[in-house]
C-alpha cells in the first residue's frame, strides 16, 4: 500500500512539517509575538522581567555614531561576546576571549583590531545577518564558559540545550554539540550532533548526526549515552516560564549551562526543527497530543507543568525522579537577583522598535 | 480538516463548475474544449530576385490551400508585408498573389491553417469542363491506346482505373499485348513523359481527368509539390501520382494547392530563386471552431469571454492564467511531495521564463548565471558591502551576463540565448544571493540540494503548463482559477505528512 509509510509516521506519532505549521505554530503562535523572539534584546528583556536568567548584557550599539563609544562601555572587560540582535543561524557572531595591546583576541586564537571590529559593528547595524536584510543593533554579552559536563562530547564551542515547551509543558528535549565539521557551532544543520535527552532522568540517550544514528562523538570518540545534566529541573522550569512570559504556546528554548552561572536563556524560537525527533528516536506529536489530553489543573503553573511532563515523559523502564521544587524555585530566585543587578537600567528599559517585518519572496 | 475553509473551498468548486456546466450545456461549448482536432499548418516562403530592367512592378502568384468539404481554412496571413497581398479565386484554385515594390525585401512569407474535419465525409463535387482536357496525341496514338485499353472494357470503373494505372509500372495484365503495341507505346511515352501518356490512356478509357498540385499531408519541409492525377470514377475523385502505377490509398490526406496544368508559383518582373513549402502538424482545439460563434453571441458569458478581448491582450492572459496552474503545482511538491527550493515563487517565474528559451537551454543559461554569480559573490563577500548595493550589483551582474549571452546568441545563431531577457532578473539575483548563504551557513551540501530541488520544482512546473489543452482549457474556462483557489484551501489544510519526511522520519518509523 502506498499509505503504509504514512500510517507508520502517524503510528510512531512523528510530527510532520505541514502539522507543525498548521496546527501548531499557526495555532498557538501569534504573529504578533514573533518579534519578541526573533529579537534577541526583546527577548532578553522579557526574560530579565520573569526572572530568568540570560547572559549578561554589557552594552547595546543602535547607531553607527555609537559605535566608537562601545570601548569605553566595555571599560577594563577582558571578554565578551558580540553579536546582532536578530541574527538567525549563529551568523555573526564574534567570541573575545582576551584583549593585548589594543587587540582583541578571538576564541580561536586570532588577533584582531579595533578596526575590525568597529566594522564589525557597522556590518550588524546595516543589517547584513539579520534575515530580512533590515537595520538591526548589535548586542554585547558576557562570554560563556561552557560547563564540562559536555567537556568529553565538545569540539571547541558551546553545546546548547534545546527544550521544545508546548503550552508550557517540556515536550522534548536534546543537548546539540559542536563537532569539527559544524565548526564549533550547535548546529544540526552544519553537522552539530544533536543527543535526546530523557525529560524525565535529565540524562543523555541517542545521537543523531545529519541523519545517521551514533553512539559516540565522531571527533572525540566519547560515549553520548547517559551524561547526566546538571540543573536539570531548572531548566524545564525556564522552558515552562519561557511560554508565559511570551505567550507562544509551541516554542524552542535555547539553554546554555555556564559554569559559573549554571542554566542560562540564550534565545527562543517560534519555529523550532523537527530534528529532535530523530534525536530522541521517538515522535513529537504523540508527546503534544498526551500533553493536550492531561488534566487541565497542571496549567495552572509552571511546577506543575514540569512535574507531569516528569512523570510523563519519563523513558520506559526508569523510575521518574521525585522534583525538590523548593529548590528549583530558590535557584529561580537568585538567579533573578544576580541578574537584575547586572544589566544597565536604561538599556533594558529602553524602546525598541522596528519597522513591519516582510516576508521574502 | 478545520470546517470554514472546507466549506468555503467547496463553495469555490460549485461557483467554477457550475459556470462551467451553463456554458457546455446552455451555450453548448465543447466538453472537451480541449480534444485536439486534426489541424495542419503549411508555410510557404518565396525567395526572389526582382530584374531590374522590369521597373518595379513586380507580380507573384501561388497557389493557396481552400475550404472544400472536409477541410476548411481557418487562418491565412501574409507574414512578410512587404507587398500587397490579395487573394483570387481562379477557376477552381485560390490565388494568392502578391504585387508591388519589391524593394522591402526579396522573401515573401506566407502561413495557412487548415482544419481537417473526419466527422464530415466529404461529398464530392462532380467534374466539371476542365476535367475533360483534349487529348493531345495523333490519332494513329489515339487508336492504339484504345487497342491497348480494349481489355479492361468489361472492369468496373474503379477497377478499370487500378488496372490502367499499373501500366504506368509496365504491367499490363493476362493476356500481354503484342510486343508492337508495346514497343509503340514506349515510344509515346517517351514523347510525352510518363504522365502525359497516362492521361492519353485515361482519357480514351472515357475518364474525366484533371491534374492536381500540393502535397501529401505528412510533417516536412519540401521545395518541390507533389503532383497527381485526379479521376472521376463516377461516384468519387481518386488520386495517383504518375508514376507508381497505384492510387493513392484512403489513407493519404492530399492538401491540394492547384488543380489543372499551370505552374503553382509563377512570377513577372522577377525571378524566384528558391519556394520552399513546410508542414507541420498542429494541436488545434475546438474552441477555434467555436471562436467565430462566441464572438457573434449575445449570451452574457459569451459576451464575457477572454476570447472577445484584442489579440494581443489574449496572448498576455494565455501566460497569466498560467501562474495559479504554477503556483498549484509549487504547492503541491512543496507541501506534499517536500522539494527544497530557493524562496517560494521562484520556480515558477523560472518556469514561466523557460517558455522562451525551452527546458534544456533555460536549465543551462539559469545553472550558468548562478554558479558565475555565486563565485562573483564570494569574491565581493571581503569587501563587505551593504545589502542594498550587494543585491544591485548582483541585479547588474545577472542584466550584464545576459547581455553576453544575447551577443553570443546572435554571433552564433543562437535564437535561445537571446531569448533570455524573459528571465527574471530580480529573481535569479536573490537566488545567488541564497545560494551563498546557505553554503555559508548549512554547507554546500544542503545547497546543491536546494538548487536541484528548485531546478527539478521548474522544470516540472513548466513542463505542466506547456501543456497546451490544460493551457487552452484554462482559457476557454477562466472560471477554473475558482477551482484552483479551492485546491489552494484544500491544500492549505493538508497536515499530513510530505513525501520527503518518509525518508527523514526513517528511523522513527514503526514496523507494522
Known amino acids: ?361 | 480538516m478545520k470546517r470554514p475553509a472546507l466549506w468555503l473551498a467547496v463553495a469555490f468548486f460549485l461557483v467554477s463548475f457550475s459556470l462551467i456546466g451553463y456554458r457546455i450545456i446552455r451555450l453548448g461549448y465543447p466538453l472537451f474544449p480541449t480534444f485536439p482536432a486534426k489541424a495542419w499548418g503549411l508555410t510557404m516562403e518565396i525567395f526572389f530576385e526582382p530584374s531590374e530592367t522590369n521597373g518595379k512592378e513586380m507580380e507573384i502568384r501561388a497557389g493557396l490551400p481552400q475550404s472544400r468539404p472536409g477541410q476548411s481554412v481557418i487562418e491565412q496571413k501574409d507574414l512578410s508585408g512587404s507587398l500587397q497581398f490579395n487573394i483570387l479565386p481562379e477557376g477552381l484554385n485560390q490565388i494568392g498573389v502578391w504585387s508591388g515594390d519589391p524593394e522591402k525585401g526579396k522573401t515573401i512569407s506566407y502561413r495557412a491553417t487548415v482544419l481537417l474535419n473526419p466527422k464530415r465525409v466529404a461529398k464530392p463535387k462532380p467534374p466539371g469542363p476542365e476535367s475533360f482536357p483534349a487529348i493531345i496525341a495523333e490519332k494513329s496514338e489515339q487508336i492504339l491506346a484504345r487497342r491497348l485499353i480494349e481489355r479492361y472494357a468489361s472492369l468496373k470503373a474503379h477497377e478499370k482505373l487500378k488496372a490502367i494505372a499499373t501500366t504506368a509500372k509496365g504491367i499490363w495484365g493476362e493476356p500481354t499485348p503484342n510486343d508492337n503495341d508495346l514497343k509503340q507505346w514506349s515510344a509515346i511515352q517517351r514523347k510525352y513523359g510518363g504522365e502525359k501518356a497516362l492521361v492519353i490512356l485515361l482519357r480514351m478509357a472515357g475518364f474525366p481527368v484533371r491534374k492536381g498540385q500540393g502535397f501529401v499531408l505528412a510533417e516536412r519541409i519540401a521545395t518541390q509539390p507533389d503532383r497527381w492525377i485526379s479521376v472521376w470514377t463516377g461516384k468519387k475523385w481518386e488520386h495517383l501520382p504518375p508514376e507508381t502505377g497505384s492510387l493513392y490509398p484512403e489513407s493519404v490526406r492530399l492538401l491540394p494547392l492547384m488543380v489543372g496544368n499551370g505552374p503553382l508559383v509563377s512570377i513577372s518582373g522577377g525571378k524566384l530563386q528558391e519556394v520552399r513549402w513546410s508542414l507541420n502538424k498542429e494541436t488545434l482545439s475546438q474552441w477555434r471552431s467555436h471562436f467565430e460563434r462566441i464572438y457573434r453571441s449575445g449570451r452574457f458569458l459569451d459576451r464575457w469571454s477572454l476570447f472577445t478581448i484584442p489579440n494581443q491582450f489574449q496572448e498576455i492572459f494565455r501566460i497569466l492564467l498560467l501562474v495559479p496552474l504554477g503556483v498549484l503545482m509549487i504547492s503541491v511538491l512543496r507541501n506534499i511531495v517536500g522539494f527544497p527550493t530557493f524562496g517560494i515563487f521562484m520556480p515558477v517565474l523560472v518556469a514561466l521564463a523557460f517558455r522562451s528559451t525551452g527546458l534544456g537551454y533555460g536549465l543551462g543559461i539559469f545553472g550558468g548565471v548562478v554558479l558565475i554569480g555565486y563565485l562573483l559573490r564570494r569574491g565581493i563577500d571581503r569587501l563587505r558591502l551593504l545589502l542594498v548595493p550587494r543585491l544591485s550589483f548582483l541585479i547588474t551582474f545577472v542584466i550584464l551576463a545576459f547581455t553576453i549571452f544575447a551577443l553570443i546568441g546572435s554571433k552564433f545563431g543562437v535564437r535561445e540565448f537571446m531569448a533570455i531577457g524573459l528571465l527574471p532578473f530580480v529573481i535569479l539575483s536573490m537566488t545567488i544571493e541564497r545560494f551563498f548563504i546557505l553554503i555559508e551557513e548549512s554547507g554546500a551540501f544542503q545547497a546543491l540540494r536546494t538548487a536541484a530541488g528548485s531546478a527539478a520544482v521548474a522544470a516540472i512546473t513548466y513542463k505542466i503548463i506547456q501543456i497546451d489543452p490544460l493551457q487552452l482549457t484554462f482559457f476557454v474556462y477562466p472560471e477554473l482559477l475558482f477551482a484552483v483557489m479551492g485546491l489552494l484551501l484544500l491544500l492549505g489544510n493538508y497536515s499530513g505528512y510530505r513525501l520527503s519526511e518518509i525518508l527523514r522520519f526513517k528511523v522513527l518509523r514503526v514496523k507494522s
Not at chain 1, 63 to 75: M, P, S, T, V, W
Not at chain 1, 188 to 194: E, I, K, M, S, T
Request: proline content about 5%; hydrophobic content about 40%.
Open chain 1, 1 to 361: 500500500m502506498i499509505f503504509r509509510p504514512f500510517l507508520s509516521l502517524r503510528k510512531a506519532g512523528v510530527l510532520g512539517m505541514n502539522r507543525r505549521n498548521t496546527q501548531y505554530i499557526m495555532g498557538y503562535n501569534r504573529r504578533s509575538s514573533f518579534p519578541l523572539v526573533d529579537d534577541k534584546l526583546l527577548t532578553k528583556r522579557l526574560a530579565l522581567k520573569h526572572g530568568i536568567p540570560t547572559p549578561s548584557l554589557y552594552h547595546v550599539v543602535s547607531h553607527h555614531g555609537d559605535i566608537a563609544g562601545f570601548e569605553r562601555a566595555l571599560a577594563d572587560r577582558q571578554e565578551f561576546v558580540l553579536k546582532p540582535a536578530r541574527g538567525g543561524g549563529g551568523s555573526g557572531i564574534i567570541l573575545i576571549t582576551d584583549r593585548r595591546n589594543g587587540k582583541f583576541v578571538t576564541q580561536s586564537g586570532k588577533m584582531i583590531s579595533k578596526e575590525e571590529i568597529h566594522y564589525h559593528i557597522s556590518d550588524i547595524l546595516s543589517g547584513i545577518y539579520s534575515l530580512e536584510g533590515l537595520e538591526d543593533r548589535a548586542v554585547i554579552e558576557s562570554l560563556i564558559h561552557p560547563d564540562q559536563v559536555f567537556g568529553k562530547v565538545t569540539y571547541e564551542g558551546v553545546p546548547d540545550v534545546r527544550i521544545i515547551a508546548y503550552r508550557g509543558v517540556p515536550a522534548m528535549a536534546m543537548v546539540r554539540l559542536p563537532t569539527r565539521q559544524s565548526d564549533g557551532k550547535a548546529n544540526l544543520h552544519r553537522g552539530a550532533v544533536g543527543v535526546g535527552i530523557d525529560i524525565g532522568r535529565g540524562k543523555t540517550m541517542n545521537g543523531v548526526r545529519r541523519s545517521g544514528a551514533i553512539t559516540h562523538h565522531p571527533d572525540t570518540r566519547e560515549s553520548l549515552r547517559d551524561i547526566a545534566v546538571p540543573f536539570w529541573e531548572k531548566m524545564l522550569f525556564m522552558a515552562a516560564q519561557s511560554t508565559d512570559m511570551t505567550g507562544l504556546g509551541y516554542l524552542g528554548v535555547d539553554l546554555v549551562i555556564d559554569k559559573n552561572e549554571g542554566p542560562l536563556l540564550l534565545e527562543l524560537n517560534a519555529r523550532p526543527g523537527l530534528q529532535i525527533q530523530v534525536a530522541n528516536r521517538k515522535g513529537l506529536l504523540g508527546r503534544l497530543e498526551m500533553i493536550d489530553s492531561a488534566p487541565k489543573e497542571i496549567f495552572v503553573s509552571s511546577g506543575k507543568r514540569v512535574s507531569w511532563a516528569v512523570q510523563n515523559f519519563t523513558e520506559p523502564g526508569e523510575a521518574a525522579p521525585e522534583i525538590a521544587r523548593e529548590k528549583v524555585e530558590e535557584d529561580m530566585a537568585t538567579g533573578n537577583r544576580m541578574h537584575v543587578t547586572s544589566i544597565p537600567a536604561e538599556i533594558v528599559n529602553r524602546d525598541i522598535s522596528y519597522g513591519p517585518s516582510s516576508d521574502g519572496v
